[in-house]
């Protein structure tokens, strides 16, 4: 039987991936909470923040940049659709592709959500310059990791 010393490097809690899960789990969770008052899901969210960063994106340009599948976010883009938040129409140059543009009623909620992002350095407990680092920090080790891979 090997010894737990030499097997340290497999701790579950020695886990970068781990800590980074769980936080995750942790991040998503406290935004239900936040997000519920203004009737959305988490990933509706995300489709939100990419919009009103730029409008009129391909459903496919909003996919990539959430890292994610096309097919995962259809759902999410119907259920926005149906909630009046956005609309879907297919390009004129390409009918294949299907942009979403928001609605005067998805602009609106921009201004509702305005506060969640000062909620969140609030509960962190750290002040906005070191969630920013830490932010920065994990952009660069995502980007690391996407390099590495195959």
């Not at 980074?20 to 942790?26: C, E, F, R």
């Not at 004129?92 to 506060?115: K, P």
Request: hydrophobic residues 40%; aromatic residues 6%.
């Amino acid at each position: 039987m090997a010894s737990q010393e030499s097997g340290s490097d497999l701790r579950l809690d020695n886990q970068l991936c781990f800590t980074l899960y769980t936080t995750s789990l942790l991040m998503t969770k406290f935004y239900k909470p936040l997000l519920q008052g203004l009737g959305l899901t988490y990933p509706q969210y995300l489709v939100l923040l990419a919009l009103w960063q730029q409008d009129g994106q391909s459903a496919g340009a909003i996919s990539r940049r959430l890292m994610t599948d096309t097919g995962s976010l259809t759902p999410v883009f119907k259920r926005l659709e149906a909630d009046g938040l956005l609309r879907r129409v297919r390009s004129r140059r390409d009918e294949r592709v299907v942009e979403l543009f928001l609605t005067e009623q998805g602009w609106a909620l921009q201004t509702r959500a305005q506060e969640i992002p000062d909620c969140v350095i609030m509960a962190s407990g750290q002040p906005p310059e070191e969630v920013a680092e830490l932010k920065a920090r994990l952009e660069a080790l995502r980007e690391r990791l996407l390099e590495s891979m195959p």
